[in-house]
């Protein structure tokens, strides 16, 4: 294969949550193997300089906003013609450790809900007419281990993220029944080494009042291949799942966890 | 795929024909040596026409003595082994009361034992390497739902999802650079459905008639199966094991609608 082929030439795709972690990591294996890049995030300087580092466009988005998902679709489709691909990437973890489902607010629950829910729902609801349009399209909603398995210690999260597992079953087969071309799947991380892990671990280190190796190692003890994951184990899985190499794979899941949901 | 795949050393098994044919011809594009393990004689035929210097390999993938064979031939030939892909597989639709006895022991032994000894001898090569070791198993749609008529074929490959769980975690458990995981297509137009294509008008008819039941309106075909089992092997899925990677056309992901008028 010569080395001038590039796995997504010429597609378009918009990746939410792209300023930092694994949207960063996945729009930048993106724009490397030639898709036209746009990356949203709710912050605007992050994003920015993200953007341009990995050559990229950049819009504003919260991704919890109906109007805001209407206009970015539409830019897109205006000005590049057409849309590929979505990475519904963007994502919390919440108020994290210590919201168990007896001390978790009301409040606390509607918000992960909200921004990792509804925002996988708006992404796909407003995505898949422009993707049918150019002949079909690629979506990719990064749930996580947690849909999978039981996070007792982060309750809301783990019910968000099984809410966009079985969103994904549901729009594949929309999709696929009605012809449109487009598929969609979902990416399960276990532990991927991003901001936002870096954070529990502190959070967690705070909580027993223990170091955070000592925590760190802890969470390591629990993965059979013996590492965190880094940002490309899961750009990879995505950039495949985007390509036409995965022309039939609609409705899956795709877990990337170094093994860790078999000792689930 | 853009991951190099050069001067790695690979056993497909079933490798004359169907997704195991496609496999080595994929593997072998991307600069693979492969060992095309097949019972069909066939398979020097097909190793001789690929891309890099290949050979074939007489495997009856249900005899312990063959799988010792091969490995000691991938080493001698090519100095060890980085990737096995178990695609060998037989079928049979049975009604499950008149189902032979013989029907079910041939299909747990080539789809469930053949891949077991794989993966028993593979890792006793891969794990004398410096490289990382990459096992992909083909299981079905049918190792992870159960069928009316196909009872045997599905405990066979349900036999096989979670042999290759256990297998992940026996290696990373004892800290081997080698990752295992498993494939479940739904139905690929290959020469495995050769059989139940004679009790219909014409392929096309059976195949067809297969499409319904996939969401995204058609059958796989071997290409849409190679191109995921490359991803496993490469580098680029360093941290996928113990995985059942879906390849169904949405089949599995729900109830059809009609619901609805």
Redesign the interface.
Known sequence: ?SEA?Q?VKGKVALITGGASGLGLGIASRMAQ?GAITVITDINDDKGQQAAEEIGAEFMTQDVSREDRWQEITRHIYEKYGRLDVLVNNAGISGDGLGTDPETTSLAEWQKIQKINGDSVFLGCKYAIDYMRKGGGGSIINMSSIAALVATPFITSYGASKAAVRQLT??V???C??T?SKV?CNSVHP?QIITPMLESLFAEAANKVNAPVDQVKQGFLDKI???EF??V??IA??V??LASD???????????????M???G | ??ASFSGKIAIVTGGASGIGFETASQLA??GCHVIVADINNKATEVAEALDTDSIGFKLDVTSEENWIDVMTCAKETFGGLDILVNCAGIGFADNFEDMPLDHWNAMISVNLTGTFLGCQKAIKLMKASANPGAIVNISSIAGLVGGEDIAGYSASKGGVTMLT?SV??YC??K?YDI?CNSIHP?YVDTEMLDPIADSFDSRQVMLDGMATQ????RV??PS?IS??IL?LCSS????????Q??????Q??????QHTV
């Open positions: 294969m082929y796995r193997e079953m549901s594949a087969l929309h696929a029944v012809g598929r276990g059979p291949l013996g994951g880094e490309d184990d990879y899985m950039l495949f190499e995965a022309k039939h794979i609609t409705g899956g899941q795709f877990v990337v966890d170094g093994g949901q078999l000792n | 795929m853009t594009k991307a769980k992940a975690l990373a458990g800290g990752r739904t996939v969401p995204i309106g796989a075909v849409d191109s995921a991803f680029e899925a360093g941290m996928i094991t113990g995985h990677m879906v390849i169904d056309g949405g599995l992901a729900g109830i059809p609608a």
